[in-house]
């Protein structure tokens, strides 16, 4: 509360480190402050995050994670527990990033009628390096493609594995999405992306951060049946994606044909749209 007020608009993170000052991620980096994080508090906020019922969202904290209402996500580092080579439960938490979300209408308006061609929607990654924009610029498409705002209106299925597009709570998002999207959270995008093709006949299937093998071959099914697809992947040029042996199949299947690269520059993010080889 006592950073200056253009600093608080540019807050990014908060990031909690036991023993260690809380700090406040800016785009420029880390800034700490003057309050010394204790292991209590991490507890505590780790029961403020889980509605103090850690049962109850122990899906999300073995994978490292609380979603919190309002759009925001609690990352956790601790002592994780192990059981036939998989994480079961996160205990005695050590640190903590709490990632601040925030809708930034109308970034996309400049971008949404350069990624169709012919009236149709051709399947665009989003590529930018960690923290570079890639899920604020995801949900301002998702909403204007799906509200119809310059371009044909698009239904839309959005698979928020993490909770932190759409942030659901109780049924509805807590995000404007837009009118046409479905979303289907909680649920990994290999499994998601047959559902929402056998139930919800979408014309465009957003996802967000296509990290895993499972993910490709899902999307490669889904483009075989004809749903155009907008997803992100951690990248910060072509270049670099090409190199990623991870991703050589799918280029080389041409799923993707054009690629939207954001830029961070002195007037902030940049977004410049590339055909893909």
Not at 47 to 71: C, K, M, N, W
Request: glycine share 8%.
């Amino acid at each position: 509360m006592e950073l200056p007020e253009t600093d608080k608009r540019r807050a990014e993170e908060f990031r909690l480190r036991a023993g260690h000052c809380l700090s406040v991620l800016l785009p420029e980096g880390e800034r700490s402050l003057e309050a010394i994080v204790t292991t209590e508090e991490l507890e505590t906020l780790c029961d403020i995050a889980a509605e103090f019922s850690r049962y109850a969202s122990i899906e999300t904290l073995r994978q490292g994670f609380l979603p919190v209402r309002g759009g925001f996500r609690v990352g956790l580092c601790g002592s994780a527990v192990v059981k036939d080579g998989e994480v079961t439960n996160l205990k005695q938490i050590s640190s903590a990033v709490i990632r601040i979300s925030r809708e930034q209408k109308g970034i996309a308006q400049a971008v949404a009628p350069r990624l169709f061609r012919d009236g149709r929607f051709v399947s665009t990654l989003l590529l930018s390096p960690p923290g570079g924009g890639k899920t604020t610029l995801l949900r301002d498409l998702v909403r204007q493609l799906s509200q119809g705002e310059g371009v044909p209106p698009q239904r839309i299925t959005l698979i928020d594995e993490r909770e932190e597009i759409a942030v659901m709570y109780r049924g509805q998002p807590q995000m404007d999405v837009g009118p046409r999207t479905d979303v289907l959270s909680g649920c990994p995008k290999a499994l998601a992306i047959p559902m929402a093709l056998r139930a919800m006949n979408p014309q465009i299937i957003a996802v967000d951060e296509i990290t895993v093998r499972e993910d490709l071959r899902a999307i490669s099914q889904a483009a075989g049946c004809g749903v155009a697809l907008l997803a992100t992947i951690h990248a910060a040029n072509v270049e670099e994606l090409q190199a990623k042996p991870l991703y050589q199949e799918l280029m080389a299947g041409r799923v993707f044909r054009q690629a939207v690269l954001i830029r961070t520059g002195p007037e902030g993010r940049l977004y410049a749209v590339e055909n893909l080889p």
